[in-house]
């Protein structure tokens, strides 16, 4: 089992940039998907982009794919996701997660709270 820790999360003002990580210990994510998702007040927990470990292609919701970057250092065991020009409603609870396949989620971090001010 893969322990994910998220770190990196804050406040900025629209138009900003934040760059959150998240660091993996445990069994190395050697054949994983490293994911970020994002959960704002009320609303449901959405895909925001995804990393393969083994081949490094990238995965991105439509709607950020202009604006923010998922990268990898393995060195590190640490993804990292890239906000710029970060917008209010971009202001949600980010998540780190972990699993064999796309969009499938086997281990989870506890988050990091991002806020947007307008």
């Known amino acids: 089992q893969v322990q994910l820790v998220e770190s990196g999360g804050g406040l900025v003002q629209a138009g900003g940039s934040l760059r959150l990580s998240c660091a993996a210990s445990?069994?190395?994510?050697?054949?994983?998907?490293i994911h970020w998702l994002r959960q704002a007040p009320g609303k449901e927990r959405d895909f925001v982009a995804a990393?393969?470990?083994?081949?490094?292609?990238?995965y991105y919701e439509e709607s950020i794919k202009d604006r923010f970057t998922i990268s990898k250092d393995d060195a590190k065991n640490t993804v990292y996701l890239q906000m710029d020009t970060l917008k209010p409603e971009d202001t949600a609870v980010y998540y780190c997660?972990?699993?064999?396949?796309?969009?499938?989620?086997?281990?989870w971090g506890q988050g990091t709270q991002v806020t947007v001010s307008s």
């Open positions: 997660a972990a699993g064999p396949y796309l969009k499938e989620y086997k281990s």
């Open positions: 990393i393969s470990s083994t081949t490094g292609i990238t």
């Open positions: 445990g069994r190395t994510f050697t054949s994983y998907v």
